[in-house]
Each structure stands twice: as structure tokens, then as C-alpha cells.
């Protein structure tokens, strides 16, 4: 499991939130873009080695570029108007430039072979993904989403998803009903992105390699969802469900794979359709 574990992360560090970065629009997120290599090699290299003094640094090489991204959040809220900082698509952008440095600090401490906050090291190297796809993917998707299909269904993609995943990490704390509330409303989050991509965004695309990748977006996504509901389920309520190993396997590849990378492949599409002088110059 360790080793789809981690090429699954490096896909979201080396691929998935540098050319999210590049969706956003933002032009003060293009210097961080460039010099996100220089992070994320360090941070990915670290998967492979042994936990350990060598891997830890590089580790903290990777957090410091989540660090500096997070921070973006802050400056980019205090100079918006309450109105712009307030909107859902924004909220979801926050929230995307936020969750990898949860992701890194995770990644920090289990690659230096130290418990967090009593968390072993099996659920902190599961906590780097998750917040890589379920963080950081999942919200871009949903203010991209949300900025197409502006409307009831749109806005509550837009803050279901970031209050999903602040729920989901409040239940590591505080046990395992707190977690199936996040997981619950972080699904139905999922699902209306799925639904709104489906209905909203896929229809009337003329290319079909765009058509196709926002198809299995919105089918995987829905697919993915319900095993991670599943999973909270039988967690909370000692029902039967998949283990951890099985949920990477199926859960966390399908998200990687078939939403967030198929997600960004067919949004950058999008984008350089609709602005091809930038896409020339980018």
C-alpha cells in the first residue's frame, strides 16, 4: 500500500497543484507556480527514502512551498471586498490554497517517524493524499464549478466542499460520528460537483477528449464518494466496510486518477480554448 500511497501523492505534488495553480486565474499565484518544482522534487523524493533525518528535510522543504502558497490565502482576503472574500467560488480557492500545507505537515511527521497529535503513522501518511485530492482538488473544482454554474446548486458546491473537509479533519479529533458528519457533508459536496459538471459543464462541449474527461470526473467522483461515506459509516457504526488498504486501492487511485487528474486536464482545456493568447504565453 505504501507504494500506491505514495505515487498517488507524488501525482498531486509534482502535477495536480501546479496546474490547479494555473486554473485559478490568480496572477499573484504565477511566481509560486514557477517555483514549485522546487519543492515539490524534494517533497516527492522524500517518499522514497527511508523515514529519517535525510527524508524529514526534505519533507520541510516541501512544507515550506505549502507555506508560502497558504499564505496567499490571508492577502488575498484582506484585499478583496467582504462581498468578493465572502463568495462561495472564493471561499473554495481559500480552501484550496490552504490544504496542502495540512498534507505537508502531515508528511513532516511521518516522514521523521513521529506521532501527531496522537495519530499513528499509518493515518498521517493516508492524511497527505487526502488532502492533496480531497482538499486542494476537490475545492478548485467546486469554485471552477461554481464560477460556470453560478446558481443555488453551484454555491452550496462551493461551501459544501471546504466545510466537508474542515469537518472531516475536526473528526480526526474528535472521533468517529464527527468524522461521518464531515464525510457526509463533504459527499454531498462531491456529488452536486459531479452532477453541475455532468449537466452544466460537459454539455455543449464540442471537443470530445474535454467531454470525455469531465464525464469520468463526474462518474468516478460519484463512485469514489460513496465508498468514502461507506467507510465513515462502518468506522462510526462497526458496520462492515473496506479497509484502509482497499480504500487506497479503489477510493484514493480513483479520485487521483479519475477526478483530479482528468478534472485539471479538461478545465486547463477549457481555459485555453476560452483564452488562447494566455495559453501561448503561459
Do not use: K
Request: hydrophobic share 55%; aromatic share 6%; with cysteine.
Amino acid at each position: 500500500m505504501s507504494v500506491l500511497v505514495s505515487s498517488i501523492v507524488m501525482l498531486g505534488m509534482l502535477v495536480v497543484v501546479p496546474a490547479g495553480l494555473r486554473l485559478t486565474g490568480a496572477a499573484e499565484l504565477d511566481r509560486i507556480r514557477r517555483l514549485w518544482p522546487l519543492f515539490a522534487v524534494p517533497g516527492a523524493v522524500s517518499l522514497w527514502l527511508p523515514r529519517g533525518t535525510a527524508a524529514t528535510a526534505l519533507a520541510v522543504c516541501y512544507a515550506l512551498g505549502t507555506a508560502l502558497l497558504a499564505l496567499h490565502a490571508p492577502h488575498r482576503l484582506l484585499r478583496r471586498s467582504p462581498s468578493r472574500s465572502t463568495a462561495p467560488a472564493e471561499i473554495a480557492l481559500l480552501t484550496a490554497l490552504v490544504t496542502p500545507s495540512v498534507a505537508a505537515l502531515a508528511l513532516v511527521a511521518e516522514r521523521s517517524g513521529h506521532t501527531l497529535f496522537g495519530f499513528g503513522l499509518g493515518i498521517l501518511a493516508l492524511t497527505v493524499p487526502h488532502f492533496h485530492f480531497a482538499g486542494f482538488a476537490a475545492a478548485l473544482v467546486a469554485g471552477l464549478v461554481c464560477r460556470v454554474a453560478d446558481s443555488v446548486a453551484g454555491r452550496f458546491a462551493a461551501l459544501s466542499v471546504p466545510l466537508g473537509t474542515l469537518l472531516v479533519l475536526i473528526g480526526y479529533f474528535i472521533g468517529d460520528w464527527a468524522e461521518l458528519a464531515g464525510a457526509a457533508v463533504l459527499t454531498a459536496g462531491m456529488w452536486t460537483v459531479a452532477v453541475l459538471t455532468w449537466r452544466s459543464v460537459r454539455t455543449g462541449q464540442r471537443d470530445r477528449t474535454t467531454r470525455t474527461l469531465l464525464a469520468a470526473s463526474s462518474i468516478v467522483l460519484a463512485v469514489t464518494m460513496v465508498l468514502a461515506l461507506s467507510w465513515a459509516l462502518g468506522e462510526a457504526t462497526g458496520l462492515p466496510h473496506p479497509t484502509l488498504a482497499w480504500m487506497a486501492a479503489t477510493h484514493g487511485l480513483g479520485n487521483a486518477l479519475g477526478f483530479a487528474l482528468c478534472s485539471v486536464l479538461a478545465w486547463q482545456r477549457l481555459r485555453d480554448r476560452t483564452d488562447p493568447a494566455e495559453s501561448r504565453t503561459a
